[in-house]
């Protein structure tokens, strides 16, 4: 029986960017970085420390070559956030491309993109009472 999602891949064309993108506009830490010697590099990050699920940034090139049959394409990511204003603003002033604001049954809604122009979805989610 599965008990968790532990690890998501995401397939870059550039790792250094996209470790940047991560850990300076979206404020994610890397975890561990692996580099098998013979070009194959994955880098672990998370929005905190001990994340219990956390992106593993893999090179799209490499992976495309060792697996030519994998999909490749980015994961459709839902991350929440307990104030969608607040971390929408903040995007904007590090000049993130985002999403309009939607007001949704479930909460606030909008959606960023990374450095290569993969979307992920980002839902307000704070504490809230039971009914």
């Not at 010697?37 to 495309?64: C, D, F, S, Y």
């Amino acid at each position: 029986m599965i008990t968790q999602v532990g690890q998501i891949m995401v397939y870059v064309q550039d790792q250094e960017q996209a470790v940047r993108f991560w850990k300076e506009k979206m404020g994610f830490n890397v975890v561990s970085e692996e580099d098998n010697g013979q070009g194959m590099r994955w880098i672990e990050i998370a929005p905190r420390e001990n994340a219990e699920t956390t992106i593993v940034l893999h090179n799209k090139e490499i992976v495309a070559k060792m697996e030519p049959e994998m999909n490749l394409g980015t994961p459709s990511l839902m991350f929440f956030t307990d104030n969608a204003e607040e971390l929408y603003s903040e995007l904007m002033n590090k000049k993130v491309t985002v999403g309009e604001m939607v007001n949704m049954p479930s909460g606030k809604v909008f959606n960023f993109a990374d450095d290569e122009e993969n979307y992920f979805a980002v839902m307000e989610r704070g504490m809230r009472s039971p009914n």
